[in-house]
């Protein structure tokens, strides 16, 4: 895919804007972009506001329009509050924006699913949750290296694990 | 609470662990009104003052609202409370342990932001105090949290564990042969990062540089503390070499710009905060390779603490309208070098 500002090099930076009316309209940069319009400020909390900031740089007009509309059922917190400042402004948020959010979430971390510590009401649950991310992994790394075996055995206990 | 002193005091100043977390179902501080963060003050110190633990009571709360500007700059030197909690005028506030180990801060970016400080290379111990207040906190508040994203945290770098652990480590020898790049670069290859600090971005004062998790989300905190762990010991490991081969040829150059610090830090009638602490960091060199004889790196790190502007107000207490600070500071570095 070709990248969406220079329109010469390979894309691989991907993010997705979601309209109140449910329409997407995705954004593809290639590195050196990306890191044109985000990764020349080093702190760190630079950073995330410039991840934020690059979709609304490409999209002025359009993040405009979305912007006097789409607001946080909860906090009130618009989605030009959420690129401009690049921080929640509740719990709530992360599910309102999540469409946003997310991307942007794995960009960061390069991980999508919370291991560790857990909430006490939720533990029971979670470390199921938690194993069987971790036998995923297990298994795409064996199917990586070709070990068909071992890759079943971890199919195996996955599935005794959701059943 | 008596925890043993970390590891490597030569290179390792401090271990910082971090926790953040946030209230179910309420606006954090960013967004929320004054009225709903005064409970969330309310709640945090019922939480921590009505606990069974026997913590409970080796803590003091500080109001922002009755601070005054001198005592927050004391706290914040200190590194027990962060510049951002103090542009709160109220709702928020900082619960802190008597031995200033561990301080909770309420309402600063998130409601609540608990922070373990420890000597040394000490991680585990550090980490250990922190979960415990976690817990402790957990008896009477309900975390936001989710099943994908972990706690939840204003900021979408903190979410997962909510944990960023850091050690301050004092590199002169990587400084001073220009290692500091390639070391940045390593950490950044296993997740972490490298700043300077007191300084701007990378830029450091005296040396001094911090060493932290990147990544919040889809590690274990076991795993966050073994990988900054590892990162650092390979740092301290990399720093005690350079520091050996520095002075393996009995370099003279070496020598005398350490001697040279410590007489201007001897001798000198007014000082700078920035060239005390570059001198510092020479002359805390020159200690621990045994160039200065006789001289505490002890000493050499009080000075490293004291010397900004507030605190050293607060040590040689004078008043701050009359006085020049830099002939205060020349004259308290002269007295305990002395001493």
Redesign the interface.
């Known amino acids: 895919m070709v990248c969406s500002k220079c329109k010469k090099r390979e894309a691989v930076v991907f993010l997705t804007i979601v309209e109140e009316n449910g329409e997407k309209t995705e954004l593809n940069l290639c590195e050196m972009c990306a890191k044109e319009s985000v990764l020349n400020s080093?702190?760190?909390?630079n950073f995330?506001s410039a991840l934020f900031n690059i979709e609304s740089e490409q999209n002025e007009e359009k993040s405009a329009s979305i912007s006097s509309v789409i607001k946080c059922s909860?906090?009130?917190?618009t989605y030009d509050g959420l690129m401009k400042?690049?921080?929640?402004?509740?719990?709530k948020c992360?599910e309102n924006f999540s469409s946003v959010?997310m991307p942007?979430?794995k960009r960061?971390?390069?991980?999508?699913?919370?291991?560790?510590?857990?909430?006490?009401?939720?533990q029971f649950?979670?470390i199921k949750?938690q194993e069987i991310s971790r036998l995923q992994a297990k298994l795409d790394e064996a199917v990586q290296c070709e070990n068909y075996e071992k890759a079943a055995e971890y199919r195996d206990i996955i599935k005794a694990y959701t059943q | 609470m008596v925890w043993k002193a970390g590891d490597s005091l030569d290179i390792a100043i401090s271990t910082r662990v971090r926790i953040a977390r946030n209230f179910k179902d309420t606006i954090f501080p960013n967004r929320a009104a004054d009225g709903s963060l005064e409970n969330v003050c309310l709640e945090v110190c019922k939480a921590v003052i009505n606990s069974n633990s026997y913590i409970s009571n080796e803590f003091d709360y500080v109001y922002m609202g009755n601070l005054s500007d001198a005592e927050k700059e004391k706290l914040i030197e200190k590194h027990l409370i962060s510049p951002n909690l103090t542009n709160r005028k109220s709702a928020a506030g900082a619960l802190i342990n008597k031995s200033e180990q561990i301080s909770i801060m309420i309402n600063e970016e998130d409601h609540i932001r608990i922070q373990c400080i420890l000597p040394g290379l000490s991680l585990e111990d550090a980490y250990d105090m922190a979960d415990k207040i976690d817990d402790l906190l957990e008896e009477n508040i309900t975390f936001a949290f989710d099943d994908k994203l972990g706690y939840l945290t204003a900021c979408p770098t903190n979410l997962g564990t909510g944990v960023r652990m850091s050690v301050m480590l004092h590199l002169p020898a990587m400084a001073l042969t220009n290692n500091i790049t390639s070391v940045l670069r390593t950490a950044g290859r296993y997740g972490l990062t490298i700043r300077g600090i007191y300084g701007e971005g990378t830029e450091s004062m005296g040396d001094l540089y911090q060493i932290s998790n990147q990544n919040s989300l889809g590690m274990t905190e076991k795993e966050i503390l073994l990988n900054v762990k590892a990162v650092t010991k390979g740092v301290i490991k990399r720093e005690r070499e350079l520091r050996k081969m520095l002075f393996e040829n009995d370099n003279p150059a070496i020598k005398d710009k350490i001697m040279r610090s410590y007489g201007v830090l001897k001798y000198a009638e007014k000082i700078d905060v920035r060239e005390a602490m570059q001198l510092l960091s020479v002359i805390r060199l020159g200690a621990d390779m045994g160039i200065i004889k006789d001289l505490e790196i002890d000493k050499i790190n009080m000075l490293i603490k004291n010397i900004h502007p507030a605190l050293l107000r607060d040590v040689i207490a004078i008043d701050e309208e009359k006085m020049n600070i830099d002939i205060k500071r020349a004259e308290y570095i002269k007295s305990v070098l002395n001493s």
């Open positions: 080093y702190m760190f909390d995330i909860k906090c009130g917190l400042y690049g921080k929640a402004g509740c719990d992360y959010i942007i979430v960061i971390h390069g991980k999508e699913q919370h291991m560790g510590k857990v909430i006490k009401s939720k649950d979670m949750k």
